[in-house]
């Protein structure tokens, strides 16, 4: 992903817009968009693809696609498009962050749905294969001036501009004891870009556990979080695991993701991936 600016600077700028100015996008922009989904699309290598679809319009004002309230005035989407078999959503949410970062570079506003949206209406833009459905889907566009009451609300009930602490979110060994942030050097940034991860219902499930082998990225789970065809949570350690990778490579941290060996076992945590310092 090349960008103008530091990747720090465009994940802090990311933002969950919900509320869209009906001016139509600048085209040379949703070409540039497409353009970056198709080299996504290149490099997928489970059974997932992206696109990129407009609403279609009816005189001057554009038609909706459903998505229940959530989101108002957007006419252009990025749809993420899983087989039924597909199981790898730690790797399509990686994937898909992408796609949203290097539009926040452009100075498009996204907004991650993962439930939120009318399925068949989406179904029928996108010629979905008998053996395909849609995981995900983002609305791109300008941010108007003023948000909706409703996305005021939205945003104070998921408390969207609110983040866990360090501490609770980065441990050590024993998967209780808070990491120093003193302790760990430049990855202190890389760990600070996971915490401000988008997520779920801002339900922040991923955690991240230090030891001499690396860093080891694990899910705790959200209790009773509905668990659909696609696993909205495990999508959210994908996201991290992009801010994280992405912060470290432009801070010439050198690294690679393994699955470790002795991985370890901690009540309500669920290993995921191990980041292993190294060329």
Not at 59 to 75: C, D, F, H, N, Q
Not at 191 to 208: D, I, T, Y
Not at 252 to 259: D, H, M, N, Q
Request: charged share 25%; aromatic share 10%; proline share 4%.
């Amino acid at each position: 992903m090349k960008q103008n600016n530091a990747i720090t600077e465009t994940i802090k700028n990311r933002y969950s817009c919900r509320t869209y100015a009906t001016k139509p996008v600048d085209e040379n922009l949703i070409r540039q968009l497409a353009d970056y989904v198709e080299t996504v699309n290149q490099k997928i290598k489970i059974k997932a693809r992206l696109i990129c679809i407009s609403a279609d319009a009816d005189g001057e004002r554009p038609v909706k696609l459903g998505t229940y309230g959530m989101i108002s005035g957007a006419s252009n989407y990025i749809v993420g498009i899983c087989e039924k078999d597909e199981k790898n959503f730690v790797e399509f949410g990686y994937l898909f962050e992408e796609i949203i970062l290097f539009a926040t570079e452009m100075n498009l506003q996204t907004c991650w749905l993962g439930g939120t949206f009318n399925r068949d209406e989406f179904s029928q833009k996108c010629n979905l294969a008998e053996h395909e459905y849609i995981a995900i889907v983002t609305p791109f566009g300008i941010k108007k001036k003023s948000p909706r009451l409703a996305e005021t609300a939205i945003r104070a009930v998921i408390g969207a501009d609110h983040r866990k602490p360090f501490g609770e979110l980065f441990l050590e060994i024993d998967g209780m004891t808070p990491l120093k942030s003193d302790a760990i050097g430049a990855y202190q940034t890389a760990l600070e870009m996971v915490r401000l991860s988008p997520s779920a219902s801002n339900k922040q499930p991923c955690r991240v556990v230090k030891n001499a082998e690396g860093y080891h990225f694990y899910l705790k789970r959200t209790k009773n979080y509905p668990m659909g065809l696609y696993d909205m949570q495990k999508n959210d350690i994908g996201i991290a695991m992009c801010h994280f990778e992405l912060t470290a490579n432009e801070i010439g941290l050198k690294g690679k993701w393994e699955e470790s060996n002795h991985p370890v076992m901690i009540d309500g945590l669920e290993y995921i991936t191990t980041w292993v310092e190294g060329e």
